[in-house]
């Protein structure tokens, strides 16, 4: 296979990256294109899936045969904003100081997507006998949209069945065999405005979202109550919060609606929509028919947010990956051990695309370079030999 094309340290490739502004609401075609262009150089082809308005794509490309057994490196190529952030140096130029690396997703997570670039000279020049897939992303910051079509393309026989993903979020290159979901609602009740004195004519939607918002602690109370004992994750148990509330417009005039927004955060094999419907009858047995006596056009809607389904462990006594085959349950926890030759493995708070894959029937595991301590904040960096302890751990994928 050529290896003509160009060749970047992995440094360098993240510069690269990190000059690609992809603040998740901006365009990622440029940077879909330079990879695109990089992949052609050394021979491989990669597909697109846009996305409906055609400002952004995945992107998704095989090294090597496409045969069963083999490996997808997944990567997300949006990063969040900077806006309201102060930094020391230009977020979009990798700046190097000391032995760290400055830059919008140089942690979360470029610095993953470069190491597994940066390789594919030797991936390609390799002769691999299993396929090494790559697979990246576009809004993963805004709630694990962009991946969708692309993992369902790639789950539909775009690709042969892999023996495992990897998704390189960061983790000090720790394995992360689960996390929790994230699903976020909004919930809106219409009541009816009225004199605050003449409550016989009104319908209170901000009295009535409060009950509401009641019975979302009695819901959190009861999965604290009932979640295993042996729970790994901090807190160990699915937690509600309700994050946002506006309603009104003043202390003598009965409130007509009422806005909040809430969260749940499930655990692996949980399913949010148990949350929904619990909160859904109880609206339409407790709250709306008080609401209805004065406002028969009164309502009560909860409609979802866009979110990030959890990381089942797939292996273990709380194994919960239902979507992946039997057999090839623990595939990727296997893979990722053999590449570190470590075998302690962690689950952690945040979420990621890789419940989606798991969704879809792949073994799924996350690790890669960098802190997540350093996500998401001004002066974002990664430590340089972060990146080359990614890139030897992903070079145990030609062997
Ligand atoms: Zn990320």
């Given at each position: 296979?050529s290896t003509?094309g160009?060749?970047?340290?992995p440094?360098?490739?993240?510069?690269?990256l990190?000059g690609?502004?992809?603040?998740?609401?901006?365009?990622n075609?440029a940077?879909i294109a330079?990879v695109?262009d990089y992949l052609?150089?050394?021979?491989?082809?990669?597909?697109?899936?846009?996305n409906?308005?055609?400002d952004?794509?995945?992107?998704?490309a095989?090294i090597?045969p496409n045969?069963d057994?083999?490996?997808?490196?997944?990567a997300?190529?949006d990063?969040?904003?900077?806006a309201?952030?102060s930094w020391?140096?230009?977020?979009?130029?990798?700046?190097?100081?000391g032995s760290?690396?400055?830059?919008?997703g140089?942690?979360d997570?470029k610095g993953f997507?470069?190491?597994a670039?940066a390789?594919?000279p030797e991936?390609?020049a390799?002769?691999l006998?299993?396929p090494?897939h790559?697979a990246i992303?576009y809004?993963?910051?805004v709630g694990?949209?962009?991946?969708q079509?692309m993992?369902?393309?790639?789950?539909?026989?775009a690709?042969?069945?892999?023996?495992g993903?990897i998704?390189g979020?960061p983790t000090?290159m720790q394995?992360v065999?689960?996390h929790?979901?994230?699903?976020?609602?909004?919930?809106t009740?219409?009541?009816?405005?009225?004199?605050?004195?003449q409550?016989?004519?009104?319908a209170n939607a901000?009295?009535a979202?409060?009950?509401?918002?009641?019975e979302?602690q009695?819901l959190?109370?009861?999965a604290?109550?009932?979640?295993?004992?042996?729970?790994?994750?901090?807190?160990?148990?699915?937690s509600?919060?309700?994050?946002?509330?506006?309603?009104?417009?003043a202390l003598n005039?009965i409130p007509?609606s009422?806005h909040?927004?809430?969260e749940?955060?499930?655990?692996?094999?949980?399913?949010?929509?148990?949350?929904v419907?619990?909160?859904?009858?109880f609206?339409?047995?407790?709250?709306?028919?008080?609401?209805?006596?004065t406002?028969p056009?009164?309502?009560?809607e909860?409609?979802?947010?866009?979110?990030?389904?959890?990381l089942?462990?797939e292996t273990?006594?709380?194994?919960a990956a239902?979507?992946?085959?039997?057999?090839?349950?623990?595939?990727?926890e296997a893979?990722?051990r053999?590449?570190?030759?470590?075998?302690?493995t962690e689950?952690v708070?945040y979420?990621?695309?890789?419940g989606v894959f798991?969704?879809?029937?792949?073994?799924?595991?996350?690790?890669g370079p960098?802190?997540?301590r350093?996500?998401?904040?001004?002066?974002?960096?990664i430590?340089?030999?972060e990146?080359e302890?990614c890139?030897?751990?992903l070079?145990?994928?030609i062997?």
């Amino acid at each position: 296979m050529s290896t003509q094309g160009p060749r970047y340290t992995p440094t360098e490739m993240l510069a690269k990256l990190v000059g690609f502004d992809t603040v998740s609401h901006q365009s990622n075609l440029a940077l879909i294109a330079f990879v695109e262009d990089y992949l052609a150089a050394h021979g491989i082809a990669a597909t697109r899936v846009p996305n409906a308005q055609g400002d952004k794509a995945s992107l998704y490309a095989t090294i090597g045969p496409n045969v069963d057994g083999g490996v997808v490196l997944s990567a997300h190529s949006d990063v969040v904003p900077t806006a309201h952030q102060s930094w020391s140096s230009d977020p979009f130029t990798l700046t190097q100081r000391g032995s760290r690396l400055y830059g919008r997703g140089s942690t979360d997570m470029k610095g993953f997507l470069a190491c597994a670039l940066a390789l594919v000279p030797e991936f390609a020049a390799a002769g691999l006998t299993r396929p090494i897939h790559l697979a990246i992303s576009y809004d993963e910051e805004v709630g694990c949209v962009g991946c969708q079509d692309m993992i369902k393309q790639m789950a539909d026989g775009a690709i042969a069945p892999p023996r495992g993903v990897i998704v390189g979020e960061p983790t000090e290159m720790q394995l992360v065999i689960a996390h929790k979901g994230i699903n976020g609602y909004d919930t809106t009740v219409t009541g009816k405005e009225a004199h605050s004195s003449q409550t016989q004519l009104g319908a209170n939607a901000i009295m009535a979202a409060g009950a509401l918002i009641g019975e979302l602690q009695r819901l959190a109370d009861r999965a604290r109550e009932t979640a295993p004992a042996d729970c790994p994750f901090t807190p160990p148990y699915t937690s509600f919060s309700v994050g946002t509330i506006e309603g009104g417009h003043a202390l003598n005039i009965i409130p007509g609606s009422c806005h909040f927004a809430w969260e749940c955060r499930t655990l692996p094999g949980e399913d949010p929509a148990q949350y929904v419907q619990a909160l859904d009858r109880f609206a339409r047995e407790t709250v709306l028919p008080r609401l209805q006596a004065t406002a028969p056009d009164a309502t009560i809607e909860t409609v979802p947010r866009a979110g990030a389904v959890a990381l089942a462990p797939e292996t273990g006594p709380n194994a919960a990956a239902d979507g992946v085959p039997p057999d090839r349950r623990g595939a990727a926890e296997a893979l990722a051990r053999d590449l570190t030759g470590s075998n302690h493995t962690e689950v952690v708070s945040y979420a990621t695309e890789g419940g989606v894959f798991q969704t879809h029937g792949f073994s799924t595991v996350v690790m890669g370079p960098g802190n997540i301590r350093e996500a998401h904040q001004p002066d974002e960096f990664i430590e340089a030999d972060e990146l080359e302890r990614c890139v030897r751990v992903l070079r145990g994928l030609i062997a």
